[in-house]
């Protein structure tokens, strides 16, 4: 018998937290002589539980957890990211980390779509207006833009940006994408998600890392959607921002530490970049004397881009098929290769 750790008690409001119905779901797909569940309710059971587990289903692994778990093969991550459970104790181990990559797809994507069209439409500008009860048409008119034309680069293209620009090319938008290697014209996002490759979004380019540059001059929109590993910290930093087209727009639904902030601050005061959407933040959360709350051109979200009513039961159905492969010796989805972080 596989005895599984459910370590997903309720988090703040509940909304990354484990239901009553998926743990009696996961109860009923895999019959207890098979599958022992054990769901801990704190982090006191939680730990007196590691012991014994064999795998765990949980946010992000620790150093010490994994000291607590001599029996422990494997681990599923709730989230798509993982870089906080890659510790130099899970790289060294023999562990398998796996992700619940594409839950959050779509509500990243939609979004992403928002914050192009917050811009692109002059939402920010008309909350300004209306905030000190005038009308401003004539003021805000000059700046309105169409997303129909416009080219969008999406750096970092996996299922997210594959999502996005699915969603972007439906606007008319043209598409470039930007990845560790470069693929062949016209090329897709790679199905390791999970999605099947008739329904991924085409980009007219996929550039490699090392044509980062070139691939930024063409954005008139730029959206970040990569992974934290130690190649990609400040991957966008001063040289970046100025390698984008003046009057262009970024956005970033990525994590925080791939971005230098500091550089991205001075190419927005300096108005090289038309404005930001940012959800993610080098510290978080953000703290309150960042210049970046009260910077007009900048929509800040509370890193919450992938929050969606569905989260959990697409969560849920990603482990219970890995853990179906676990049980029948099957490769596993969206294994983690622990030294390239993703």
């Known amino acids: 018998m596989t005895r599984v750790l459910l370590g997903l008690a309720p988090g703040p409001g509940g909304t990354l937290s484990l239901l009553p119905g ?37 946010r992000t692994i620790r150093p010490e957890d994994l000291r607590r778990a001599p029996h422990l093969c494997w681990v599923h991550s709730l989230f798509a990211g993982v870089d906080q459970s890659i510790t130099p104790e899970l790289r060294q181990s023999g562990v398998l980390l796996t992700r619940s990559a594409g839950t959050a797809a779509t509500g990243i994507a939609e979004h992403v779509l928002g914050a192009l069209i917050f811009f692109s439409r002059g939402f920010h500008l008309a909350l300004q207006f209306q905030r000190r009860s005038q009308w401003g048409q004539a003021e805000i008119g000059p700046h309105l833009r169409e997303l129909a034309g416009s080219t969008l680069v999406i750096v970092g293209f996996g299922n997210i940006g594959t999502a996005v620009a699915q969603r972007a090319r439906a606007l008319g938008m043209r598409v470039l994408a930007v990845r560790r290697q470069a693929a062949p014209q016209p090329a897709a996002a790679p199905p390791e998600a999970g999605v099947p490759p008739e329904t991924h979004a085409m980009a007219e380019r996929v550039f490699g890392a090392d044509q980062l540059y ?7 929109y730029v959206v970040s959607i990569l992974p934290l590993t130690a190649e990609t910290r400040h991957f966008l930093d001063e040289r970046a921002f100025s390698a984008m ?8 639904v990525g994590r925080g530490p791939t971005v230098d902030e500091q550089a991205l601050v001075r190419a927005l005061q300096e108005g ?17 004397d960042s210049p970046l709350y009260q910077m007009p051109n900048v ?9 969606n009513p569905r989260y959990m039961d697409r969560a849920v159905a990603s482990f219970a098929e890995n853990l179906r492969r676990f049980l029948q010796g099957e490769p596993l989805l969206h294994l983690v290769n622990k030294e390239m972080g993703y």
């Open 22 to 58: 998926h743990v009696e779901a996961l109860r009923q797909q895999f019959p207890s002589t098979q599958v022992q569940f054990v769901w801990a309710q704190d982090r006191e059971q939680y730990e007196a539980e590691l012991p014994r587990a064999e795998v765990l289903f949980t």
């Open 245 to 252: 087209k003046k009057g262009a727009v970024f956005v970033n």
């Open 214 to 220: 070139r691939a930024l001059a063409e954005g008139d």
């Open 272 to 288: 090289h970049l038309y404005g930001a959407a940012l959800d993610v933040f080098e510290q978080e959360p953000l703290p309150a």
């Open 299 to 307: 929509l800040v979200t509370p890193h919450v881009a992938g929050i």
